[in-house]
């Protein structure tokens, strides 16, 4: 009997009932026992919707991040925080997350090539792993309590090793001990009669050197007798150049990624040990398309003759990727609605293709003949391609994606139209979007607002945000963004090509919830977007505000895209519609443009025989959308939340006029390598963290600015903060912001002297 199961289920709620919590939480309107009991009503509701499987997923859920809640299980709290005892009250998790009023926020990146992001766990010489388990084990407790069998999921040892950071040592001498406290944490899962276990270790996706590859030896040689079961879940590559490798660890089982990685099939069929079983990912857990049962049929069929009740039939990963439900969408279009699954269809749809394999297709003739007929309307939808599109992308060689003029002379061109100081200080682009601001677009949304009242309430913003800069005496302005829902639905809004849900809401990080669009067709701009906007905020000021415009990359990878054509193809239909909005925005006046590219590292591909190809295609995306530029128009980019400088030579050949980085909670480290480089062009390395609440002081902005002019020449330097604004509040932007440009005029006198 082939088994159904899941790898893990989205934690944030239908309609997104624990960010609602987290947020309450921290404004002191729930206490700590009802944000428990909330949880606890979540898990019980999602593993109800998992009753129809071979088993019930547990410890996917949390109330922040996996990562930070397996650093906090083993013990591997960052002394700094000054956290005594094993078990964290409420308050001190969310802190390390968050910061508190004396430490920042552990550090923050990119969960693989996803949207996600996890809590960097910091380690040092002196950490010591110790396990506590109460609160995974109570969890457990629960899940056993719905009278279903359940399968427990951690995040391998290796794979929480590898994602770690440790500023004074090699991470690798702390294997053995973190290995022994999973050992015990088995063995107590092996007494409570768990008969399977499955471990996540995603780093076999990546380029591992022998060092980290022996590490799987040794950890798992702790892990070889008392224990259940082992299913060792891999994703988002091909990890059969590990076959031989892998196939020699003391595990059970292995979970492949068929939809990322298809072609690993074969080999590991071929090497799978007699007693293994295999989950196959079929069901895509990183998009939102339906299923073709019949396409997978094709694929399973043959697995369940050779390892008959061996087979396990799976998503691809995680649907933590994926929004919850398509129960409550009731005004998406009903084609397009009907090419979509998210969570509870995936779900769905491998119990669907279990029963078919251990029944006949018989028993599935009502799904099948669904799936089918999906996937013939998609295939001959009149709405998915646009001639006038393909026309345009067939003419990309006559495009040329170079700007006029070499970077030096357009510098001199643009400081003589805009006359900035030295270190000229700017932000990333959003403000704080107030309770009022969301007050008027759902009432606008809900048509209780007329268009002609709801701009004018955004103009108001508008004008409220440039009036707060220009009292700050910040040089370059941001008209801060009020109108805007999101950095990428605001613009798919707008294009066409996209497809809109209602509650479709996936989690990025903490209480942050986005909500992408589906790009289900051929893409073009039908009107301009943002120009009348950005013309009347600079009719508010004589200082130069930036128009601000979201990358095709970005654009790209923060929605559900289309699997109907190469990804690049979709990049250069959204680069074009960029380029035309670059092309009218200056005619409109508009000096200074930001092509926001904050993904372009994340689309990178996960093993770096793939790199050049991406990065090939990536650069020219935005290259195209920017060439478009008249050499006194300076463009702008924006990064964060990742590692760039693998990767430094692609950013330079972007040859955006200055680049803007998240750097703060990794105290100026990623802007080493752009140092070590001698990055080309103008570079602002974030001189505090937004998504923490506190307000740094005007002293750890100064040390993380004279941080930066050690690295880079401080002709090349902007000050801003990390990233937008948008989460947080007046009070606290103003007095950040404040003791930012201080800081800038200081610094200004004395470098410049």
């Not at 790898?7 to 428990?36: C, D, H, M, S, V």
Request: hydrophobic share 40%; net charge negative.
């Amino acid at each position: 009997m082939a088994i159904a199961h899941i790898l893990g289920y989205p934690r944030i709620g239908e309609k997104r009932a624990l960010k609602f919590a987290q947020e309450a939480f921290w404004k002191g309107e729930l206490n700590a026992t009802g944000l428990q009991e909330i949880g606890k009503g979540l898990r019980e509701q999602h593993w109800q919707k998992q009753s129809g499987l071979g088993f019930i997923t547990a410890g996917d859920f949390t109330f922040y991040d996996h990562v930070l809640d397996h650093a906090v299980m083993f013990g591997a709290v960052p002394e700094r925080f000054g956290f005594q005892g094993g078990v964290l009250s409420e308050e001190q998790y969310f802190a390390l997350a968050r910061g508190n009023a004396s430490q920042p926020a552990m550090e923050m990146t990119k969960w693989f090539d996803t949207n996600y992001h996890y809590i960097v766990p910091e380690l040092s010489a002196d950490t010591r792993f110790s396990i506590n388990a109460h609160e995974f084990l109570s969890r457990l407790d629960e899940a056993q309590a719905q009278g279903k069998t359940v399968k427990p999921v951690l995040l391998g040892p290796v794979s929480l090793l590898y994602l770690s950071k440790a500023r004074d040592h090699d991470r690798l001498q702390l294997l053995d001990g973190l290995a022994e406290q999973y050992a015990y944490l088995l063995r107590e899962l092996y007494h409570r009669k768990i008969e399977w276990l499955q471990i996540d270790e995603p780093v076999l996706a990546l380029d591992l050197d022998d060092q980290w590859l022996k590490a799987f030896e040794r950890t798992y040689a702790w892990l070889r007798t008392q224990r259940p079961k082992i299913l060792l879940a891999t994703y988002f590559a091909n990890v059969s150049r590990y076959q031989g490798f892998i196939t020699g660890l003391p595990v059970d089982g292995i979970h492949l990624d068929l939809v990322r990685a298809p072609e690993q099939l074969a080999p590991w069929l071929n090497a799978l040990p007699g007693h293994w079983v295999l989950s196959a990912g079929v069901v895509d857990g990183r998009n939102i398309w339906r299923n073709d049962l019949r396409r997978s049929l094709d694929i399973l069929q043959p697995l369940a003759q050779k390892l008959g009740d061996r087979l396990w039939v799976a998503p691809s990963c995680s649907l933590l990727h994926t929004p919850v439900t398509l129960a409550h969408e009731e005004n998406l279009d009903p084609e397009i609605k009907h090419w979509l699954a998210f969570a509870d269809e995936k779900i769905a749809e491998v119990a669907t293709l279990a029963r078919a394999l251990n029944e006949g297709e018989g028993s599935i003739a009502t799904e099948l003949a669904a799936s089918d007929a999906a996937v013939q309307s998609r295939r001959t939808s009149s709405r998915v391609h646009n001639a006038d599109v393909q026309a345009r992308i067939a003419a990309l060689d006559k495009l040329n994606p170079e700007r006029h003029r070499a970077f030096a002379e357009r510098k001199a061109v643009q400081q003589a139209r805009f006359n900035l100081p030295a270190l000229p200080t700017t932000t990333i682009g959003s403000f704080p979007q107030t309770a009022d601001i969301r007050a008027s677009r759902a009432a606008f949304k809900q048509g209780k607002l007329s268009t002609d009242r709801y701009q004018q309430d955004m103009q108001q913003h508008i004008e409220l945000a440039i009036r707060e800069q220009e009292a700050l005496d910040i040089d370059v302005l941001v008209h801060g963004e009020a109108e805007r829902n999101d950095m990428v639905e605001y613009f798919g809004e707008q294009l066409a090509g996209y497809a809109f849900t209602q509650y479709g809401w996936v989690q990025s990080y903490g209480s942050r919830c986005v909500k992408p669009p589906v790009i289900y067709g051929d893409v073009y701009r039908p009107q301009p977007m943002t120009v009348e906007t950005a013309r009347y905020a600079q009719s508010l000021t004589s200082r130069p505000v930036k128009g601000m415009l979201t990358g095709p990359v970005t654009m790209l990878q923060w929605s559900f895209v289309r699997d109907d054509q190469p990804r690049q193809s979709t990049a250069m239909q959204l680069a074009l519609a960029i380029r035309d909005e670059v092309d009218d925005l200056q005619q409109a006046g508009i000096g200074i443009i930001q092509i926001d590219e904050p993904a372009l590292r994340e689309g990178l591909p996960l093993q770096q025989a793939e790199w050049k190809q991406y990065l090939d295609w990536a650069v020219r995306a935005f290259k195209l959308s920017a060439s478009v530029a008249e050499d006194d128009t300076q463009i702008h980019t924006h990064m964060c939340y990742s590692e760039f400088n693998d990767i430094l030579p692609a950013i330079a050949a972007m040859d955006a006029d200055v680049i803007t980085i998240e750097t703060s909670r990794s105290h100026m480290e990623l802007l080493d390598g752009f140092g070590e480089f001698t990055y080309p062009n103008d570079i602002g390395p974030g001189v505090y963290d937004i998504h923490s609440p506190r307000v740094p002081t005007i002293a750890e902005i100064e040390a993380l600015l004279r941080r930066a002019a050690s690295v880079v020449p401080l002709a090349q330097l902007w000050v801003n903060p990390d990233c937008g604004l948008k989460t947080r509040g007046w009070a606290e932007t103003r007095t950040a912001l404040d003791n930012m440009v201080k800081v800038a005029k200081q610094l200004r006198n004395e470098l410049a002297a």
